[in-house]
């Protein structure tokens, strides 16, 4: 009897939530500035010079970046003055950069220059000291999660809407596998609940999703038309299928080691694949872990928008929110106005930036 009653709360969910999704992709459609519009959204060669040509970069491997420039593609090396440049940022390039090549051959060129960046999504790398652009000029992230296998961690949901924000990307929230709900302990399926309910009302938009059923996947569809986005999340919640599914690629998909052990596909590096009716999208296999670049801990509460406007009531003004007497936030949680998923993420990713090595690995 319990069981049924949940498929039918289950059921309505899904219903209100369609009708949630469909009117926020219709106030994505509406916004009439994309990412991938950028030679025409006003980003001009900085040098307006004849011999360079204007691309965009798809994907980086050992050889060098695979630029496309009107359908072309050309592997480019970096001019000697960029790889000079001192930076804090590992990888001066990045997929989805706008850059200025000279073309050295019919298929080789060099790259001088690198367009400004609207957008990026960054991660620390793996020393710990610097940034790793995943990938610049975005639109969407879409923050992949799944139940059950593997289990969901909201932490890692709040890991990406913070870099997200700092990158300036929309962030969309995908929760994939939703047909193990029906076998799920009662555990997950309360975890699930808890989640909806602690993550809705921030006003991203959260879609339930199956690439097995085929449920919730026009509404992801819909969000990302003609938009470019990057998938990511752990490995194993269903980036490569979610991407099939909205797409009809052919990715490979299962295991990370059965995907990246054989074939001509031996890098486990994001990559810019144009989509059929316009836009692009990104694929991050194999990041293993996920750490904020550059979070200071007086920073966190800031992207914690459902907990902040409390924050400004505590007594101390430097509260962090733990442990401090008359701290609003913990009022606040104590009194059921903040979700306890979301003040424990927030204890995470302060713990974390108090730490300061950024290595945070998901296992
Ligand atoms: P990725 O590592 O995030 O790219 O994940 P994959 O797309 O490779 O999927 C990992 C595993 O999850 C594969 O075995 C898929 O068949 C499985 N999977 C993907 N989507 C679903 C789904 O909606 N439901 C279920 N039950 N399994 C799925
Ligand atoms: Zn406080």
Request: charged share 25%; net charge neutral; hydrophobic share 35%.
């Amino acid at each position: 009897m319990k069981h049924y009653d949940e498929e039918e709360d289950f059921h309505a969910r899904d219903r209100k939530q369609f009708r949630k999704e469909r009117k926020l992709a219709q106030s994505t459609d509406r916004s009439k500035f994309k990412k991938t519009d950028l030679p025409s959204a006003g980003i001009k060669p900085i040098l307006a010079q004849d011999h360079l040509h204007f691309g965009r970069v798809l994907s980086i491997s050992g050889e060098g970046s695979w630029v496309d420039c009107e359908g072309k593609l050309y592997l480019c090396s970096l001019k000697g003055l960029l790889k000079k440049e001192k930076s804090l940022t590992k990888n001066l390039i990045a997929v989805g950069d706008i850059v200025h090549f000279e073309i050295l051959s019919e298929k080789a060129g060099a790259i001088v220059q690198v367009s400004p960046r609207l957008s990026h999504l960054s991660r620390t790398d793996i020393s710990g000291r610097k940034e790793q652009l995943i990938a610049v000029n975005v639109d969407i992230a879409v923050i992949s999660v799944s139940l059950v296998e593997p289990p969901l961690k909201p932490s890692l949901v709040d890991r990406y809407l913070i870099a997200a924000e700092k990158g300036n990307l929309h962030p969309v929230i995908v929760i994939n596998k939703v047909d193990l709900l029906e076998t799920a302990s009662e555990e997950e399926k309360e975890l699930y609940r808890d989640f909806l309910s602690a993550y809705e009302p921030l006003g991203y938009p959260v879609l339930s999703v199956s690439t097995a059923t085929g449920v919730g996947i026009e509404s992801l569809k819909s969000l990302l038309q003609n938009k470019t986005s990057v998938f990511s999340g752990q490995s194993g919640v269903g980036k490569s299928s979610l991407l099939n599914a909205c797409f009809g690629l052919t990715l490979k998909t299962g295991e990370l080691t059965q995907k990246t052990a054989k074939g001509a596909h031996t890098t486990t590096m994001a990559e810019l694949i144009a989509l059929p009716g316009g836009g692009y999208c990104v694929d991050t296999p194999g990041i293993r872990s996920f750490g904020i670049w550059s979070l200071k801990k007086e920073e966190v509460i800031t992207h914690f928008h459902d907990m902040a406007a409390f924050g400004e009531n505590c007594k101390f003004p430097d509260c962090m929110h733990i442990s401090e007497p008359s701290c609003a936030v913990i009022q606040a949680l104590e009194e059921g106005k903040i979700a306890p998923l979301r003040y424990e993420s927030y204890q995470t990713l302060l713990n974390e930036s108090m730490s300061g090595d950024g290595k945070t690995s998901w296992g």
